[in-house]
């Protein structure tokens, strides 16, 4: 039998994730197993707790990785906060908001939303007026919004989420590592990340972290958590204490990649990765403008790491995209829902985000452009 | 900062999962990551599942690793299978039967069991006595119990379920690779599997195949899968068809994994994987019985993969598996729940079963139990 993985084309990642993996996250992806209740693997499960508590700016005890992928984490947050009848505001700018409101009302949630233009940021005038007129238990906000390259006034909702007294979750999948986190500061109570983003490593892991008031609701809740594999009742006895007891035998050799890729971003410093990553979307930017192509979002609420270019008109969208990776070996994402055909989402995230890099999309757009 | 996965010593994993790892497994985890919806990345995909077909012994169209561990697996198969009221049987010999009864029971199944001791297999017999009496929608039972070393007889219980009109749903997260796996022959609608055992890959994926039947009830539910992450009506349209619409980012170098477990599968031949963890387990058992110690299950059904051995009269559990781990850098398992204390569990799964690794641990047991 042929083996196809002997046939995998090294790509440069620039589309709206998995990003470009460092060496050192590869090295440890492949480091020999060993078992999940090994002292010294839970050696490592610690540190992975506290670099995580690091970059995500917070202090919450309950901080660990889910064993999944970015949308488990959304899943994790809902399912063990949402009590049948629960009411839930969801700000919606995109498809991680619309995401959100399904997995909420799956949960017998009564979701309530605000939608905004896809496109254009979360208003917090408009969040302001929601709040006053009805009582929510969880306020719920994406950080930047993949499918726009939107980023979302997390500090302003945070301070009008905590006047209102509800708790508050944030998206932070593709924030985490290419702009500022500050789980703290904002007030957040429930928040996820992914580690195939800003983080650069493979998509299987949902970063996660819950605040005390957020444990508090979780451990007086009526019912038990109505998912097994996800409940953080049982999951946090295996992350903390003396005991470590067995749940579901954890993602061993994905931990150590996630291990080294927060160990990469606390080496470099996150802000000095942030500073990267927007000085990689500004030459981008440039770039595009040179070719005659606008981003799609307004200068304001960009998002470095996702950037939404505005298809020039007479452009094909797909032919493109597809010359792109056959011939020069690079990704880039398609528009979604109402943005289909209309944006491209060009990358840059974690490693991805360096000069020669956004050289060399420039310079193959450029050669896809002409013909 | 120092590097914890520098000092990662190479265990003989001999617990009940993880097992040792192929070194081409390794391999295919370090290989560059390429998008989720790279045609490339299509292309293994469809291998991945053709070959879990192969190894599963069915032609399921349904068919392809869930983005979680074994336990995602189990919560994959109730949750989108149980509806409210749902009538559910467990038979339950073990811990993996007693969190099938939790999973279910969440998802507001009406949850009946029959229990068998710990460490005997469940028996067709009573099963017949339950089935005549009540009508269930789902019958499930654990193929190979990890927790104390039975093999279920997973064809007899099936053949009563298909008479019964019940869909059959079996846990083959241990037996996998290391006795054989025969899902139509059986008549099982809904089955799932664990990475981390016989195929020697890490955890992190639920390999997972559902008859026509159950995706027959899956498509006549009255109300949304209540999981969002693992709602295989969505999930279906990222594995199969032409669209192949985006769910959720698969975790890719995990699935590059898979793939190189299955391949190695594959060419060693499922039934010369068979006879290698017959020969170990044989070997085992006789150089165990050497040293004066017993085997807590019956011959007539006792896994090849997983030895569930009796403790010996004045040996200390904790210390000895401690020193195993310590000095000779072997892993075996402890005794879960009423086990606890009473039996070690010495796995033979995948890579590790093979007769120099018998050999080593035999000696080293020997030099703990002298002691």
Chains 1, 2 share one sequence.
Request: aromatic content about 6%; some cysteine.
């Amino acid at each position: 039998m042929p083996n196809l993985l002997d046939g995998i084309k090294p790509t440069l990642l620039m589309g709206p994730g998995p990003s470009c993996v460092y060496d050192e996250v590869y090295a440890a992806l492949a480091k020999p197993t060993i078992g999940h209740l090994d002292p010294y693997f839970i050696k490592i499960m610690d540190a992975v707790k506290d670099d995580l508590k690091a970059v995500l700016g917070t202090s919450n005890r309950l901080t660990m990785p889910m064993s999944g992928t970015g949308s488990s984490g959304m899943e994790t947050c809902f399912v063990n906060l949402v009590e049948p009848g629960d009411k839930v505001l969801i700000l919606t700018n995109g498809v991680f908001g619309k995401r959100m409101e399904d997995v909420a009302g799956r949960l017998g949630a009564e979701v309530d939303s605000i939608q905004f233009e896809w496109g254009t940021p979360v208003l917090p005038q408009e969040v302001e007026k929601k709040l006053k007129g009805q009582k929510y238990s969880i306020v719920a906000v994406v950080h930047a919004e993949t499918s726009t390259g939107v980023r979302n006034p997390v500090q302003e909702v945070g301070d009008l989420v905590k006047a209102a007294g509800a708790l508050y979750l944030v998206d932070c999948v593709t924030s985490l590592g290419g702009i500022p986190v500050r789980m703290d500061e904002w007030g957040a109570d429930a928040l996820y990340s992914g580690t195939q983003k800003c983080l650069s490593c493979p998509p299987g892991l949902a970063p996660l972290s819950f605040s005390d008031r957020a444990v508090e609701k979780l451990k007086a809740r009526k019912s038990k958590v109505p998912n097994w594999y996800l409940d953080l009742t049982m999951i946090m006895n295996y992350w903390e204490g003396n005991t470590r007891a067995y749940h579901h035998t954890a993602p061993i050799n994905m931990i150590y990649g996630l291990y080294a890729a927060l160990r990469h971003l606390l080496e470099e410093g996150p802000d000095n990765a942030h500073a990267r990553h927007r000085a990689a979307h500004e030459q981008l930017v440039s770039g595009l403008e040179k070719l005659g192509a606008s981003m799609y979002v307004d200068k304001s609420c960009r998002l470095p790491m996702l950037n939404a270019v505005t298809i020039p008109q007479g452009l094909d969208d797909a032919g493109i995209r597809g010359r792109l990776l056959k011939e020069f070996d690079i990704e880039i994402g398609n528009g979604l829902g109402p943005l289909a055909g209309k944006i491209w989402r060009i990358g840059l995230m974690g490693h991805t985000a360096r000069p020669e890099n956004v050289d060399r999309l420039l310079k193959a757009l450029t050669a896809c452009m002409k013909q």
